[in-house]
């Protein structure tokens, strides 16, 4: 008997899952890829990598301390640590939605003690009701003393099923539509955690800028002061004037305060490095470095694989399908919605008697409810879950071609940035030797000491440029991995069944 039971309830719980499901079926809509890049015709990346380390695209840099820094964003980045929470909620939204496929089972409980007048004499009764409901309990309790009272009680003990088989589908779209937008949450989170990753890193080389700009000006300030006492020793020999003295401790002091102001720039990016790794700017002090001279470049591939390496187009690809879930939950509405209900369970006085077959009370339905009208509501809904659809697929689309737009703008970036540094390179070059020229033909006493102001300035000039040249082309470096998807695959991507595991284990 309890085998052709479990018989019974297996069938019964694989009835919804046997049922239909109305609406669309979710298929990937095409966007606007090209067949290859426009600014990368022509240009020979030198020394490519041959692909971006999964997670840790930073170590294409070669750079410990900056490797170090990037692994903390994905443990302690409050932001990150945000989108995480938001996906765990969406994982548990996913459950909230299954649970609805399975029946509501309850159980109540009551108790009833009641006195009625009675021509002999009783002394005291009292009536109490206790009720239990699906785990809730409440209990009243009223003492009453009367003469001639007769008390009767009165017991029940019973239980409820209550199950809607989803036979059109509604409760399935639903939990498609969820599991979707917990895949859109994971997406945001890789996304967040690229996008602190990626900041993270280009605040580390506009600091690392600023430590080489200091560098440069020190170095300039120690030339100027050796250039100030060429002329005092020229001044002091009767060949040069007061004003060659002047006009070198003028241009010395420019450099000096020019020297000052480079501190502002670089605390506020050591400040920007600690918040982004989770610590107060107080807890992290970083030395100064150099700029690297070198900028790694990988190979971008072709467009067609961008759809699979960015996660905000993962996001705004598994949108799609959460929207069109819900154009079958509008579809579902109108068809009937049918559910099944029993109750079973024993009514009796006094207790004692209370299990015994005449007390036992049970019953069994079915029910079919369809709104018949509603003024439109039912179509306007559905109307609105289309225009959803329809505003998820052009967002999409504009998702894509923004993600094309920036890799093709960090590669003209990278390669006119590596022209103007070979020229700037060269520029550098010609700038200190004609310095060199001009100290020594003012030490001669052939040229006038503005000459040699103006070569130092040229050549101050040109390697600041230089500098900020090697700057923007990191910074462009690290957007164009950004831009590439930072290693990351949308193999990274869960996938429904592992979000409805992570459901269901939310669940039991």
């Known amino acids: 008997?309890?085998?052709?039971?479990?018989?019974?309830?297996?069938?019964?719980?694989?009835?919804?899952?046997?049922?239909?499901?109305?609406?669309?079926?979710?298929?990937?809509?095409?966007?606007?890829?090209?067949?290859?890049?426009?600014?990368?015709?022509?240009?020979?990346?030198?020394?490519?990598?041959?692909?971006?380390?999964?997670?840790?695209?930073?170590?294409?840099?070669?750079?410990?301390?900056?490797?170090?820094?990037?692994?903390?964003?994905?443990?302690?980045?409050?932001?990150?640590?945000?989108?995480?929470?938001?996906?765990?909620?969406?994982?548990?939204?996913?459950?909230?939605?299954?649970?609805?496929?399975?029946?509501?089972?309850?159980?109540?409980?009551?108790?009833?003690?009641?006195?009625?007048?009675?021509?002999?004499?009783?002394?005291?009764?009292?009536?109490?009701?206790?009720?239990?409901?699906?785990?809730?309990?409440s209990t009243s309790r009223t003492t009453t003393i009367s003469r001639g009272e007769i008390d009767r009680s009165q017991y029940s003990l019973q239980g409820t099923v209550n199950w809607d088989l989803d036979v059109w589908g509604r409760i399935r779209r639903q939990i498609e539509g969820q599991a979707a937008a917990a895949q859109v949450s994971a997406a945001d989170l890789a996304n967040a955690t690229l996008s602190a990753q990626a900041t993270l890193a280009t605040s580390y080389f506009n600091m690392r800028a600023g430590d080489s700009l200091q560098r440069l000006l020190e170095d300039t300030v120690a030339a100027y002061q050796r250039s100030l006492q060429i002329t005092e020793n020229q001044y002091n020999a009767g060949v040069a004037s007061r004003a060659d003295v002047l006009a070198a401790q003028a241009q010395l002091?420019?450099?000096?305060?020019?020297?000052?102001?480079?501190?502002?720039?670089?605390?506020?990016?050591?400040?920007?490095?600690?918040?982004?790794?989770?610590?107060?700017?107080?807890?992290?002090?970083?030395?100064?470095?150099l700029l690297p001279e070198h900028v790694p470049v990988v190979p971008v591939g072709l467009p067609a694989t961008l759809l699979e390496r960015r996660p905000d187009i993962a996001a705004a690809e598994r949108s799609m399908q959460q929207q069109n879930a819900q154009i079958g939950v509008a579809v579902a509405a109108y068809f009937p919605d049918i559910s099944l209900s029993a109750l079973g369970g024993f009514v009796g006085d006094p207790v004692r008697h209370l299990f015994n077959v005449t007390s036992r009370v049970w019953s069994l339905g079915a029910a079919a409810s369809e709104t018949l009208f509603n003024g439109g509501g039912r179509a306007a809904t559905l109307a609105a879950a289309r225009a959803s659809y329809d505003e998820s697929v052009a967002s999409y689309r504009q998702t894509v071609l923004s993600a094309l737009q920036q890799v093709e703008d960090e590669l003209s970036t990278l390669r006119i940035l590596e022209g103007q540094a070979e020229a700037e390179r060269a520029a550098v070059a010609s700038a200190q030797r004609a310095l060199d020229v001009a100290l020594n033909q003012y030490r001669a006493g052939t040229v006038p000491y503005t000459t040699v102001i103006t070569q130092q300035t040229l050549l101050l000039s040109d390697q600041q440029t230089a500098l900020a040249v090697q700057q923007n082309r990191l910074v462009?470096?690290?957007?164009?991995?950004?831009?590439?998807?930072?290693?990351?695959?949308?193999?990274?991507?869960?996938?429904?069944?592992?979000?409805?595991?992570?459901?269901?284990?939310?669940?039991?």
């Open 253 to 289: 002091d420019a450099a000096q305060a020019q020297l000052q102001g480079v501190g502002v720039q670089r605390a506020l990016n050591e400040h920007a490095i600690a918040v982004l790794t989770g610590h107060p700017p107080a807890d992290l002090s970083i030395a100064p470095a």
């Open 476 to 508: 462009a470096s690290v957007t164009l991995i950004q831009a590439l998807g930072g290693g990351w695959g949308v193999d990274q991507l869960p996938s429904s069944g592992i979000i409805r595991d992570k459901a269901t284990a939310v669940r039991f």
């Open 1 to 137: 008997m309890r085998k052709g039971k479990c018989r019974w309830g297996a069938a019964l719980l694989a009835l919804p899952l046997a049922a239909c499901m109305v609406g669309p079926d979710y298929r990937r809509p095409g966007a606007p890829v090209p067949s290859g890049y426009k600014e990368l015709a022509g240009w020979k990346i030198a020394e490519p990598r041959e692909a971006i380390d999964r997670g840790a695209w930073w170590s294409i840099y070669n750079d410990p301390l900056l490797d170090q820094l990037e692994r903390q964003v994905a443990i302690t980045n409050q932001n990150v640590k945000a989108s995480e929470a938001a996906f765990r909620q969406a994982v548990a939204l996913v459950g909230e939605a299954q649970a609805n496929l399975f029946p509501v089972i309850a159980i109540d409980a009551n108790a009833t003690r009641n006195g009625f007048g009675s021509s002999r004499g009783v002394t005291g009764t009292s009536v109490s009701t206790t009720s239990v409901s699906a785990g809730t309990t």
